[in-house]
Each structure stands twice: as structure tokens, then as C-alpha cells.
């Protein structure tokens, strides 16, 4: 297998004349600027971590190891029951559906193992949202848990799905503990008894042997589901070297050891929980404490018992940590340093960090760059910043409309360049291509997110091109709510915006005109709650206004940036008199 070369890049200062290198004086200490990721296929690393640290814990659930070892074999056993019994072959998509737990990461495993293609589904998803993904994917297969299965079983009557398997978060309860453990996560085992449908314990005492591993560097490995610039979703097709790129990178960028624990609180089913909690510790050989569900007090008390040394969050997670009136209570000693993304740390919340020397570094990435493509450094972080490029990463802010490069300071829209970007969305060559440019004869993405690069080489969000809704560092797109919404029999029109929230940051508004017959035959909490059974819970608008109208264009489109514009002008108000 051949790897890529270490680029050569010209040095510059300016914009305009290539590769900006004044960030690299604030580079991490005994660190090139350069990363030789292996040229293997990611299941490598599970392969390679069990023969180094077969005993060690890789997983810890609620007080339950599995071993580096165990977890290896069990993926292994996956992976032959996918090909042999659920007919899976060499580049098949086989979706995931479940919540942060040991079985996932063995599914996830287990998948790439077989050769195949793993598409990690967001477990809020309802059965709608999952069948246009999997149909999309082509994904036939799909691995999901036991509290998810009622949203999918209607698919079993269909030809979407022809094989199902389901795990029971219970079965990996092997040992006491005196943790609280959710409801979902202690239900017993239910009978199933459906066609097509397998219990994740007889997959395992099936014993299957796999085929030799054969997907190479260039081959695809995982397809998270973005919706890009638009309300519809698309898959994202990373390769096994993309996807090791960063997960190499995420280890690498803060010197993580072996020896530390971490927490694992982000979803998996993300790029940033991913690869930062999941593929990253298991290359790394570090433990790694799985917390499917966040809760306050069991995170802390897992700091103290396993020594945890970070963990990657978003900033309402790590505010509302230390806002724990009993935190004191907890021996927080081992934390060195915490880190995050999708939404800009609260200035006073990171001072409260500081006064307890610790570390919160923010990155910025996409699900199109499989996690990081800008980290702060951490010896030198800025509050409220994305940080820099990372390793081999060209990161310019450019004119959108005209595409000219920006010098410092000015605002636009941020592109980037570098081996984690993916090879473009699943069966969408048209939607690829706009989502691509050309500088200095490389291939940059456009990520349609407004920004600003300071003197020293740093990034900051400003702004977003795309019509994006960011609720507690979900991404809801509105014009997917908005079809969604249009199934009311009540709704003529609707125009989805975002809404200034004091604990979601954003949350989810949606301005509805009704049909005339509907007028005072509904309310906004009847259109909430009927919404609730049809999409996942971020995307649902919290706030319903019934209004006469909406703006137009003169084409007749409904001018959403007028109503935004209007939104934000009245919070602004509000922040003023309060």
C-alpha cells in the first residue's frame, strides 16, 4: 500500500500566495506539522491494541470491563455472522443504530471487519428519518438496540430491511455497581421472535468466522448522514485513510498516553464523539468510560473513581457539570484538560475552568472532515476561537461570491483543504461538485460557514451561509422540519428559524400560517406535540407563532433571512433592556 507524501507547501505571511504558516509558531510542543497515519484498514488498529493490551480494559460500562482483547474477538464474530449468515459483502453499507455503548463499538467494528461500510444513524431518529437514510445508503443490514427496534420494525413488512440485528445494552451489566443506571439501559432481554430479526447474544455464540480482511486505504469505511447546505440528508464518504487521518490526528495533537482514561459522553453516531472517543482511544490503547446517557453526578463520580483525564463535550455538557452544587464532593484531581466544539464556550464558563486550572480547548470541524480539521493549541488556546489548522490542513477564508482570498481580519467563507476531507456525498455527484472549489490547483471544501482568520492564524466563527439551526450542538436543518411539518393537514405555509435560547443557545421557532378551515381549530402546543411523533426531539420547534403571512420574494419564495433577521433584532432588544 503506498502512502501520500508530506506535502510541500510555500511559506507565506500573507494571503494570496499559498499556505498561511504564521500558526505554526503556536504549534504543539515536539510535534511536526506533518502526520504519517498508517496506511491500513482502521480495523487494524482493534487488531493491533488487542496484542499489545489483551488484558487491559478497553470499555469500561458501569463498573463492567471488556478487555482489548474480548472486544476484538466479539467484533470478529460480528463480522463473520454479517458475511455468512446477512449476506454482506465487500462495500455494502450496513447502518448503525444505537446509543453509546460496548455493543455499538463492537458493531461498529464488526462491520469493518466484514469489508463493509459503516452508517452510523442518529439513535433520536424516528422511523421516517431512518428509512430515507438506510434507502438512500442502500443499506439492507442494520445493527440497532432493543429500545430502538419499535421504530424500525414496521420496515421489516417492506424490502428496505432484509436483516436486523438487535442488542440489549443489559447483557454487558456483568458486574455490580452502585452507578445509576438508566431505565433503557438495565431493561431485560424482550423475546423476538419476527423473521429477519437476530439477538445480538446468538450472533456472538454463533461463532462465524470472517473472510480475510481486504478493504485497503483507499476503500470506503464509514458514511456518517449530514444534510450539508440543504434540508436534505446525504452520505458522507470517508475512506479508512480519511477517517485514520483524524483519528490519529485527535490522539496526537494533545500527546495523549496510553495510560489515560478518558470519558466518553459525545455520541458516537458523530463525527466528534467518533473519532475523539471511540476510534482515537482504541489506536491509542487507552480505556475508554462509556457513558450512553449524560448524567451529571455519574460523570463525576467516574472522574473520581477511574481517574479520568478528559473528555470531549459540548459546552452546555461541561457547564452544566460544574454547575453540579455537589461537584465539591467529587475528587476532580486527574482532569487535565477538557475539549469541545459546535458551539463557542461561554466566556464566563471557561473562567470558571480557569480558576480551576483546567484546560478547555475548542476545535471546529464537519461531519464532510470525519471530526477536527482546527484545534487550539493547547498551550496556547483563545476563548471562543475554532483554533488552527491541524496537521496538514490548508484553511483560507475566501470571498463567497467571487472566491477571492481574504486578508486577515475580513470576514467570509471558510475552505478547507487536507486528507480528512471526504470523497464527496453518496450518489450525488452534482451536490459534490458545488460543494468543492479549486485554489492554487488543490481541492478545497467550502463549508458555508462565515468566519475570520487574526494575525496569528487563528480561526473564529462569525456567521453561517447555510441555513442551519444549532440546538445544544445538534444541527437541525429547517427545511427538512419545514417538509416534514407541511404533512399537517392544518399548515398552508411554514418558515422555520432559529430562536435565541438561554440553555440550548438556539433553539428551533417555526412560523406557521394555517389553512383557513384549521383557523382556531388548533394550537401551538397541539402542532409541538404533534410534531414529536414524527421527528426526533432537537428538531422539534419549541415555539410555534401562527401568523397571518410570510415575506416573498418576487418569485415567490418565502424569505426566511427577513424573518431570521427580524428574530435576532428582537433578542437583541430583549438582551438590551434586561
Given amino acids: 500500500m503506498e502512502c501520500a507524501r508530506a506535502p510541500v507547501w510555500p511559506k507565506r505571511h500573507t494571503k494570496g500566495e499559498g499556505v498561511s504558516t504564521q500558526h505554526f509558531k503556536f504549534w504543539p510542543a515536539n510535534s511536526k506539522h506533518h502526520l504519517d497515519a498508517p496506511c491500513t484498514n482502521v480495523f487494524y488498529n482493534a487488531e493491533v491494541s488487542a496484542r499489545r493490551y489483551p488484558d487491559k480494559p478497553y470499555l469500561v460500562y458501569y463498573d463492567t470491563p471488556v478487555s482489548f482483547a474480548r472486544f476484538f474477538d466479539e467484533a470478529e464474530r460480528v463480522a463473520g455472522f454479517l458475511q455468512q449468515h446477512c449476506g454482506v459483502r465487500t462495500g455494502d453499507r450496513v447502518a448503525l443504530f444505537m446509543q453509546n455503548s460496548p455493543q455499538f463499538v463492537i458493531a461498529y467494528y464488526g462491520i469493518l471487519r466484514a469489508n463493509a461500510v459503516v452508517v452510523p444513524l442518529n439513535p433520536m431518529y424516528l422511523t421516517q428519518e431512518f428509512q430515507r437514510c438506510t434507502k438512500d445508503a442502500g443499506a439492507v443490514t442494520a445493527i440497532v438496540s432493543q429500545e430502538l427496534f ?20 443489559s447483557d454487558y451489566l456483568q458486574r455490580p455497581t452502585s452507578l445509576t443506571v438508566p431505565d433503557f439501559i438495565s431493561a431485560p432481554r424482550l423475546s423476538l421472535s419476527a423473521a429477519r430479526v437476530t439477538p445480538w447474544c446468538d450472533v456472538l455464540t454463533s461463532a462465524l468466522q470472517p473472510a480475510p480482511l481486504i478493504a485497503g486505504p483507499g476503500d470506503p469505511c464509514v458514511m456518517p448522514y449530514t444534510s450539508g447546505t440543504t434540508g436534505e440528508p446525504k452520505g458522507c464518504v470517508h475512506t479508512h485513510r480519511s477517517t485514520m487521518h483524524t483519528l490519529v ?16 459522553v459525545a455520541p458516537f453516531f458523530h463525527v466528534t464523539g467518533m473519532q475523539g472517543s ?31 483525564a478528559t473528555w470531549t463535550g459540548v459546552p452546555t455538557m461541561v457547564q452544566d457539570f460544574f454547575s453540579n452544587p455537589n461537584i465539591d464532593q467529587f475528587d476532580l484531581s486527574s482532569i487535565r484538560r477538557l475539549s469541545g466544539g459546535g458551539a463557542a464556550m461561554p466566556a464566563t464558563v471557561a473562567q470558571r475552568l480557569e480558576a480551576r486550572d483546567i484546560q478547555y480547548c475548542e476545535g471546529y470541524g464537519l461531519s464532510e472532515t470525519i471530526a477536527a480539521t482546527h484545534i487550539n493549541p493547547p498551550d496556547r488556546p483563545k476563548n471562543q476561537c475554532l483554533g488552527i489548522p491541524i496537521y496538514d490542513v490548508d484553511s483560507r477564508v475566501i470571498d463567497p461570491v467571487t472566491l477571492r482570498e481574504l486578508p486577515a481580519g475580513e470576514m467570509g467563507e471558510i475552505v478547507i483543504c487536507g486528507p480528512q476531507v ?97 383557523r382556531h381549530r388548533t394550537t401551538a402546543q397541539e402542532m409541538t406535540d404533534w410534531c414529536r411523533q414524527i421527528m426526533a426531539a432537537y428538531k422539534v420547534p419549541r415555539i410555534v407563532e401562527f401568523v397571518e403571512a410570510l415575506p416573498k420574494s418576487g418569485s415567490g419564495k418565502i424569505q426566511w433571512r427577513e424573518l431570521q433577521d427580524r428574530e435576532n433584532s428582537v433578542s437583541q432588544e430583549r438582551a438590551g433592556r434586561s
Fill in 150 to 169: 419499535p421504530r424500525i420494525e414496521p420496515l421489516l413488512s417492506t424490502e428496505d430491511l432484509e436483516h436486523v440485528i438487535v442488542a440489549v445494552y
Fill in 278 to 308: 471511540m476510534n482515537g482511544p482504541l489506536y491509542n490503547g487507552n480505556t475508554v468510560v462509556l457513558l450512553p446517557r449524560w448524567d451529571r453526578d455519574v460523570a463525576a463520580e467516574c472522574v473520581q473513581r477511574y481517574g479520568i
Fill in 249 to 264: 490526528g485527535s490522539m496526537r495533537w494533545y500527546s495523549s498516553q496510553p495510560e489515560l482514561t478518558l470519558l466518553a
Fill in 422 to 518: 471526504f470523497q464527496g456525498y453518496w450518489n450525488r455527484p452534482e451536490e459534490t461538485a458545488r460543494a468543492f472549489i479549486e485554489l492554487d490547483g488543490k481541492r478545497f471544501l467550502r463549508t458555508g460557514d462565515l468566519g475570520k482568520e487574526d494575525e496569528d492564524g487563528y480561526f473564529f466563527m462569525v456567521d453561517r451561509i447555510k441555513r442551519m439551526i444549532n440546538a445544544s450542538g445538534y444541527k437541525v436543518w429547517p427545511s427538512e422540519v419545514e417538509s416534514m411539518m407541511y404533512q399537517h393537514p392544518a399548515i398552508l405555509e411554514a418558515c422555520v428559524i432559529g430562536a435565541q435560547d438561554a440553555h440550548r443557545g438556539e433553539t428551533v421557532k417555526a412560523l406557521v400560517v394555517l389553512k383557513s378551515e384549521w
